[in-house]
């Protein structure tokens, strides 16, 4: 019998995830390299995780992201977790390796890093305090990225205080926490700016942060992409700010597992952007 070379498979795991844009954006890497592969939306329920995942490097998987809400409860599943995934509590790409164990890693930071690096190549980290609003999912891989970048004080602001707290217990000393009322206070001297709330999402409450006190000097980033113009961003940049929108970050956190799956790092450029904000 001829031992037929599979063509790989690769997916996002979450529930719901039909409004997921991943699918569109490796689909188009893929036709763009002209590679042999699929890259299909997964629905999970959490009660079918552990089960399911399992089964998926037999029906010939060879990786996935994970999404809502399945981030922090695929670690107790993987064989192996990279320590920033520990780190953050959470993984979005799993790798299934050819010994049939799952190695899960967390590439949202290096997503966040890459996506400001690209888009303001000036910025500096190092120059100033960051002012982080929320203190969710997300902005534990912000903040962890940010100390690996050098950024020399974080300044947290989350509505439930106890979400920040616990930030300032598993990050240390650079963290400072404040209410969130007083979030358009932490402002002044800043030199990074990021909102990870979803205030100003399609759907979702506004943002109503006071920028009054924003410098024209930092660097205003929003975790949200739809709209990709968000208020908040609309604002900054009417203050003088440089900004960044968040479309990138997901794109530039797709790249590593793409390359690992399919073996071309793939671009993240114009094209990529449209290609997924068409989909
Ligand atoms: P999450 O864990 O549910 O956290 C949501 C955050 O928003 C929390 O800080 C929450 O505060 C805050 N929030 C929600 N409603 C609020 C309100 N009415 N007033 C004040 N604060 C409010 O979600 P997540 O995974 O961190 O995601 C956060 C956002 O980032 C989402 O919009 C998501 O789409 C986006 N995101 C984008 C990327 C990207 O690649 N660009 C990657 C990941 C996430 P409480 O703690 O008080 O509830």
């Given amino acids: 019998m001829t031992d037929h070379p599979r063509i790989p498979l690769a997916g996002v795991i979450g529930h719901p995830i039909a409004h997921s844009r991943s699918p569109a954006l490796h689909g188009y890497w893929l036709h763009r390299y002209g590679l042999q592969g699929h890259y299909i939306p997964i629905d999970i329920a959490p009660g079918d995780l552990a089960d399911l995942v399992c089964t998926l490097p037999r029906l010939g998987f060879v990786g996935a992201n994970v999404t809502i809400p399945h981030k922090e409860a695929i670690l107790g599943i993987a064989d192996h977790v990279t320590d920033r995934a520990a780190l953050i509590g959470a993984a979005n790409t799993l790798i299934f390796r050819k010994d049939g164990k799952i190695h899960a890693d967390n590439t949202d930071g290096s997503g966040f890093i890459a996506n400001l690096r690209q888009g303001a190549p000036k910025w500096a980290p190092a120059a100033g305090p960051a002012v982080v609003l929320g203190a969710g999912g997300a902005a534990r891989a912000v903040v962890a990225a ?67 006190e924003l410098s024209p ?14 208020q908040f961003l609309i604002e900054a940049e009417a203050k003088g700010c440089t900004v960044v929108d968040g479309l990138g970050m997901l794109l530039h956190q797709a790249a590593p597992g793409f390359e690992r799956w399919f073996g071309v790092r793939p671009e993240v450029d114009d094209a990529t952007r449209a290609a997924v904000m068409s989909a």
């Fill in 146 to 212: 940010l100390i690996e970048v050098g950024v020399p004080e974080i300044r947290v602001a989350n509505r439930t205080r106890a979400r920040a707290d616990a930030l300032r217990s598993d990050f240390g000393a650079k963290i400072h926490v404040h209410e969130w009322v007083q979030a358009g206070s932490l402002l002044a001297d800043a030199a990074t700016v990021v909102n990870t709330t979803s205030l100003g999402m399609t759907g979702k409450a506004d943002f109503r942060v006071s920028l009054e």
């Fill in 217 to 230: 000097k930092a660097l205003v980033t929003d975790l949200v992409y739809t709209p990709l113009r968000t």
